[in-house]
């Protein structure tokens, strides 16, 4: 019986959540907060940490209602157990007497055997073979008709809830006669006691779950901290940082350490691999560099004195010119971010004009890229930013050179310079193909290309070496870009007071 209140209260208790929950969902619903409840749904359920905690929450809040319903079960069945035990030794004393008695029996002496036996709690009566019923005289109250029938119905042990009180029924004696001896115990208080005892066990088990999940709680997140931070750690490792980053944990479990042995294995081959691959680098374009530089030189003087050359044989020797000269821009480029990761790159911060900087380079955009290079001025007379002259005329070619290389043949570019009190900004805009939203970061990396870049234009370095030279000389540089539209490319310089330039 207790252990169908138990499960009783357990229904309605999951009812009420549920029913708490639709009404949470509904309102969700209505407020826009479905997106945070998948949220906690998916770091429930999508991590390492939220499904370990709640497979062992599960599996606790069962063993804990598993050994609460059995155990409560056990002790109610034991506690009715003794009542019938009782109510059985009580009628075998009367056995021998009833048996000796003739049939049919005295009224009269049936009614004293059974008053010996009964008392205030436990009312015994006599079933004769046709059916009929002697009771113990007054003061004893004979049970309900209600009762009665209840009883003869299932004459095994049962109980009955009778006027707000509970029985214990059972045909405790059979004689050999046919008549039965019955019994009715009142076991009220035993239940109240009984669901007194219920609710402190309920109590006791709500205290024990919440402080063994509290526990469970806290030694899932110790068990998995180490691996969280080897993610943390993973994210932040860097080919800048490989050779710095380092993985130790004081205390772990045996195969997390393991674990974090072979990580940072894994980094030491990386940065010696790394370190390799930098060397080679820079030895090879070092080593390409001047043969290059001589082969350029001897097709500039073939062109400028061979009068005698064939117009395929110019066009030849031009078109050798320009991939001589495009592989000379791939080296400097490759020599640049390899000096960059060894920390040996040459990059100065001193005031620049850059009004007569940005003339210049219009000029040489204009003359190399053979299309209309507009250039937007301020009214201001003297614009001085704190950069390298060399390496910022080599920034916005690299860029000039980019927006020609994506915009249609007759689609300007313009060089703009604007002032703010806080900053000098050039920018360089075009009307090209744009670059899409996800990937406006990720062309500043190495080797990387928009995904609507057509193919074979470009190494994927150029932006990578923008990047590295303004921010070696103390600035940013941002996109804004809209696909079909174009792009603008904004470099951010620190400006020079005149009177610190002076």
Known sequence: MAAGRLALILIRFCRLRLKARADNSAWAVDHGEMTSQRHWRDRLLGTLQG?????????????????????????????????????????????????????????????????????????????????????PRSPLQPPSAYLLERAQAQPSQQVITDAQRRYLTKEVLRLPSGASVWAACDVSVSSLAFSSYISWMILIWSVCLVLTLLVVT???????????????????????????????????????????????????????????QRQFVSAVSHELRTPLTIVGGYIKRTLRTGDTLEASQRKGLQTAEQETLRMRHLLDDLLDLSRGDSGRLSVS???????????????LAQSTQQRSIVLLLPDSAELIANADPDRLQQVLLNLIENACKYSGPQAPVELALLSSPDELTIEVRDQGIGVP???????????????????????????????????????QVSLRSQLGRGSVFSLHLRPVERADHT
């Not at 911060?349 to 000029?363: M, S, Y």
């Open 51 to 135: 499904q370990l905690q709640l497979a062992t929450y599960v599996t606790v809040f069962l063993g804990f209602t598993g050994a609460s319903c059995a155990g409560l079960w056990v002790s109610e069945r034991n506690l009715f157990r003794q009542h019938s035990m009782a109510v059985v030794q009580s009628a075998a004393g009367i056995a021998q007497a009833l048996e000796r008695l003739p049939d049919p029996p005295s009224r009269l002496r049936v009614q004293q055997q059974l008053e010996s036996i009964s008392d205030k709690r436990t009312i015994f009566w006599f079933q004769q073979n046709d059916g009929s019923l002697i009771f």
């Open 218 to 276: 806290v030694l899932v997140r110790r068990i998995v901290r180490p691996l969280r931070q080897l993610s943390e750690l993973t994210e932040t490792v860097t080919a800048d940082t490989l050779q710095n980053s380092h993985v130790q944990f004081s205390a772990a479990p045996e195969e997390i350490s393991r674990l974090a042995e072979n990580y940072e294995e894994l980094l030491q081959r990386l940065s010696l691999s790394w370190s390799h």
């Open 349 to 363: 911060q001193q005031p620049v004009a850059l009004l007569p900087l940005l003339e210049q380079v219009q000029e």
């Open 437 to 475: 939203p996800e990937d406006q970061e990720r062309i500043f990396e190495r080797f990387q290309r928009a995904t609507n870049a057509p193919a074979g234009e470009g190494s994927g370095l150029g932006l990578s070496v923008v990047r590295l030279l303004v921010e070696g000389m103390g600035g």
